[in-house]
């Protein structure tokens, strides 16, 4: 399978530990994208790389919230001291920067987190 | 600040009808994008539509895109079950790569 991969697919944690989740995107996909989706609402943005350069962050990641993508391919979301307000679907997706995809968006299947 | 609003925000239809779901937003979008998202799953891109009088069409599904009006619609012909499933419209602004999404139109095809 050559989409992106998102790990792990669920996530439950307690109230005040840390999360950390896994995208990996289409190869050769130099753009990345976090979003985060609660029930019955549309994905909001949360920050976008172009290759390793954190580029774009959306006033919702607050100081709890850091992502990285060191060398451009992978990239990771943490969340320090959850809330239960955190509990959402967490999704990637990337983007070729040419070609005729450019334009498109590819989402994974995100990582489901509940804080309890 | 862009904002996107959609309606229906739920829709049940039977199969063969046709139906169009719209797709308002606040200010100049670049790019318009409509996404089908399925119970559980990711989302699936179906559309991009870049400029103004841009239609696209897929099965049985057409898209078009009026930023005189700053409106989108996505038309359903002939509905079947299976494209019963949630879609989205989006949009971005000013050069950001920041899509900025509505609340989705939740379809249900019956037969």
């Known amino acids: 399978d050559t989409g992106v991969s998102q790990d792990p697919r669920h996530k439950i944690t307690k109230r005040g530990q840390n999360v950390t989740f896994r995208c990996d995107p289409i190869?050769?996909?130099?753009?990345l994208y976090w979003y985060r989706q609660t029930l019955g609402q549309g994905p909001e943005f949360l920050t976008y790389f172009q290759n390793e350069a954190q580029l774009e962050k959306s006033r919702l990641l607050s100081d709890r919230f850091s992502a990285e993508r060191p060398k451009g391919s992978f990239s990771t979301l943490e969340i320090q001291r959850t809330e239960q307000g955190d509990s959402a679907m967490y999704l990637c997706a990337s983007s070729p920067s040419l070609g005729q995809d450019n334009e498109k968006l590819f989402f994974g299947s995100g990582t489901q987190l509940s804080v309890l | 600040e862009l904002k996107v609003e959609q309606n229906p925000l739920f829709l049940s239809m039977q199969e063969g009808k046709n139906y169009t779901i719209y797709c308002n937003y606040s200010t100049t979008s670049d790019r318009l994008y409509w996404y089908r998202q399925d119970p559980g799953k990711s989302l699936e891109s179906l559309f991009v539509?870049?400029?103004?009088?841009a239609v696209k069409q897929e099965g049985r599904l057409m898209a078009s895109l009026d930023t005189k009006a700053r409106l989108s619609t996505l038309h359903i012909t002939a509905a079947v079950h299976d494209l019963s499933a949630t879609y989205f419209c989006a949009g971005t602004q000013g050069g950001s790569e920041k899509l900025v999404f509505g609340k989705g139109t939740k379809l249900t095809v019956n037969p």
């Open positions: 190869s050769e996909h130099n753009r």
């Open positions: 539509l870049l400029s103004n009088g």
